[in-house]
């Protein structure tokens, strides 16, 4: 049912011009279902808790404001990622003579594959933020997976009331036709991965490295510390379950689209017809079930129901914070999902420090890149971060300054 009832747009030269004169301007293709705000208005520390346990980070900096108020920021911040459930939407109103470019890439299966974040600084409690989503580039790229797919740059910013940019960015996302995974294989030179088993002997491993997890918490990170080529303590995410799916999104929520229940559901069928089709009921259903229902991911073209690339951008984020303690500042991140992430799958992560430097402008800071790799010996994550540090010289490290706000938004 749900093939029948699914749209199979093609990415044509036609469609790709229409993204193209959206530069600007938000991406049709991530618009916000009904009720489409924020998951998290305000910030709470009681939704910094609920996101960080839903991550899998029970670090007391973000579940224990006792803590908290005993460390250098004197309360609850947010952990890297949480901004992803915050910022009410401001995007940049769409000229009426661009009206048609709504049909940009439609009936194209989306998926997220990475992007670069700064930040400026902590989310703290009672602070509330409002986010723009633009258009920034496009491009046409022919893939062995994909044959021919639009990778589309978006810009993001979030600020607050006083016009202050807590973080901003870019993330990227892939628009691949929809093709069902026999005819995937049929034109594909690779191999499909093969479900996650695991032997006992595994699973100790797995729960080892649980035990052992690196959390460098109030021991201060010092510049004088560090040297280039330092492997960083290993981390583990996994065998990944659809348990681990349903916790990211009890802390996040449903971030662009909204899959709402019920009638909140129909009404938002209204105005995201694309992003339902028909499941094996015969009953409308979002299309985001690709991550929970194996039949519909095999319509789309994959072999197996897979995370959201959102879930692996938190895994670094859980991987940087663990690192750099309560008392470092994460600038930048940026991240690449290299391949699926299947249900079933366990990504080690591990991490080198690239560069060591007392910056002119943002003081002492380390470079270092994350990798991620799955049971196979398959990279899945690709990363890189920029740390400011405290120095046995001048102290702690000092916040960024904050760029000026968007100009791709609306008052």
Known sequence: MSSQSLIR????????????????????????????????????????????????????LYIDPEYASKTRWSETIAPLGFE????????????????????ALRGVQLFYSGGENFYYRPITEGVKLYRTKWVDGVEVKESEFAGRSAIVTNGLALWDKDDVVYSDGMEWFVHAERRKHKDELSKSKREPDAPASYTDAELDEIEAAYDA???????TLYIEDVAVGQVLPRMVKGPLTITDLINFHMGAGWLIYG????????????????????????????VQRVHWEADLAREVGIPNIYDIGALRQTMVCHYLSNYSGDDAWVYRMRYEFRNFNYMGDTTWLTGTITDVRVDDVLGPLIELDVRGVNQRG??????????????????????????????????
């Open 259 to 286: 899959n709402w229940a019920y009638r909140l559901a129909y009404e938002n069928r209204k105005r995201l017809r694309g992003f339902y089709s028909k499941n094996h009921y015969g009953a409308w259903d979002t």
């Open 9 to 60: 747009g093609r990415i044509t030269d036609e469609s790709v011009e229409l993204m193209r004169r959206r530069i600007g301007y938000p991406n049709p293709t991530l618009r916000a279902g009904i009720h489409g705000g924020a998951w998290n208005e305000i910030a709470t520390a009681d939704a910094v808790r609920r996101w960080s346990l839903c991550m899998g980070d029970d670090n007391p």
């Open 84 to 103: 992803k459930s915050m910022g009410i939407l401001r995007t940049r109103e769409l000229p009426e003579d661009m009206k048609d470019t709504n049909k």
């Open 213 to 219: 997890e690196y959390v460098r918490g109030s021991d």
């Open 378 to 411: 398959k990279e899945n994550i690709r990363a890189s971060a920029t740390i400011l540090v405290a120095s046995r010289k001048t102290g702690l490290c000092k916040l960024p300054d904050p760029p000026p706000p968007p100009v791709h938004r609306c008052d």
